[in-house]
């Protein structure tokens, strides 16, 4: 039974989860590892019973999520199993699983871990900003370990937390995990850094704010997301998203070739773009279903 | 003075700057040149008096407005001559500007053309989505001709109405807008669309619809425009979308390059690419400020 929870760094997503557990009827106890500032913070949100250092809470606990960045997570995975009780549950909420899984895999021997990867964030950060209903409808990854066991003992228990507090547990390896994210989120958000890079060096301030439309800003907004983030991500996924850059490059390189040969080939313009267009869209409107 | 107004085409735009004279208080005659139906529906909502056949509105007018698709303008830009009286100003709002202006030049003698592109718009279109509080704060760039005078006769007194119903006038060459728009405008819809398709045929719908946040969804939005619209984009502005892709092209394989490379070298992580999304970041912020 998970009776007690440790939530390391009570943040925006490790105070949404203590808050929307104790939402949903957990009646046990949740112990917060934070700054002091933070843990005063947290419980004034009503995230967690007590703030503990990490060595006090972390043996009392069933379950441990680290919610940390993810350079933070690979420091606390390689060096928590001496703090851990027989059979605790750890999990984890960092954007890159399989740098954190591999150091888990040789690190954690108490306990059982599972890697975990919320979908689900807001551009602002810290306990204040915690609500319960952040995690509702959206997707949580779990990287189960190779013997599986999703379905049974702590970590089946934990999913059916994950449920009861709104969320959509969903399994896959951390190699398809990572594979995934390199492409719906970790290529977007090149493609705006690099969009707007290329617009303030190329034209003056003034004329791109002349220009700029709702398409543009919207395409540009998560270039303003925090580096701190992205310096992680980029470091543990290094090849998976250099591979989706080079299959974006590709086709964007196909594309231009496409607009320069319409210039003179009316059926270029008319038949593959206009079915690229075409094919964009009715994807996109398909992807948008769920969702709106 | 501009008495009689001919609005060839009266739809989300041409309807928007109808109802925006009306409301701002012109005094003077709304012709609409559109089909039986949608003059109906133009009639209805106040933007127009009368709908006219072509030969019938604009020897009439003393501002014609083209308010078409590209491909159309340019049809009528290329005949309209023999319909105008003596002086009349013929203005545009298609979002290539330099084959329309070309074309203009070489065939509109017995009035003084001046191209115009708006930079609003909606998702919906039709006179039935039409707004007058559409130009409010929004761009609407003007190419005059190499003889200037926006700021006399006809034209003067058109960027006068442009003030009047709230859009922001604002004069470049036919090359420099559409070298601005490939940048603002043509590039971030060719993002778009190639994220969705390289989505599309990279995952299973069902994995990207469990991997797909806000960032995504902000990110493929632009892929659901319709493509006849774009169509005459790509058509009338190939070069400078060509260039557009070449250079972000350029600058995406870069930062492919160092993600590459801070796989070994830390100093690219905390430096380099540091510093790409921090000016990014304060770029879109200031970028931002006029329009939030």
């Not at 949903?24 to 009503?46: C, E, M, N, Y």
């Not at 899984?101 to 021997?109: D, F, G, H, T, V």
């Amino acid at each position: 039974m998970i009776e007690r929870v440790a939530i390391v760094e009570v943040g925006l997503i490790g105070g949404s989860f203590g808050r929307a557990l104790r939402h949903h009827g957990f009646a046990g106890r949740i112990f917060g590892v934070s700054s002091p500032t933070t843990i005063k913070a947290a419980l004034d949100a009503g995230a967690i019973d007590e703030g503990l250092p990490i060595e006090q809470a972390v043996p009392q606990a069933d379950l441990v999520l680290l919610a940390q960045p993810i350079s933070r997570i690979l420091e606390i995975v390689g060096g928590i199993d001496r703090l851990l009780a027989p059979g605790a549950l750890v999990t984890d909420v960092g954007s890159t699983k399989r740098e954190i899984c591999a150091r888990a895999r040789i690190s954690i021997r108490h306990g059982v871990f599972v890697g975990g990867h919320p979908m689900a964030g807001k551009e602002s950060r810290g306990v204040e900003h915690s609500d319960p209903a952040l995690f509702q409808d959206r997707t949580w990854f779990l990287t189960p370990p190779a013997s599986g066991g999703l379905d049974r003992g702590r970590a089946g228990e934990f999913v059916e937390w994950l449920r009861t507090i709104g969320a959509v547990p969903s399994a896959v390896s951390a190699e398809e995990h990572d594979r995934l994210v390199s492409l719906s989120s970790h290529l977007p958000q090149l493609l705006a850094t690099t969009l707007a890079s290329l617009l303030k060096e190329t034209l003056p301030l003034s004329d791109t704010r002349l220009a700029a439309g709702p398409g543009l800003l919207g395409m540009t907004r998560l270039a303003m997301s925090s580096y701190d983030i992205w310096a992680d991500i980029l470091a543990t996924n290094p090849d998976r998203i250099a591979a989706a850059l080079d299959a974006f490059i590709e086709r964007l390189g196909t594309v231009r070739d496409q607009v320069r040969a319409g210039e003179r080939d009316p059926q270029i313009l008319s038949g593959t773009l206009g079915s690229l267009f075409d094919s964009s869209a009715d994807f996109v409107k398909a992807l948008r279903k769920t969702h709106t």
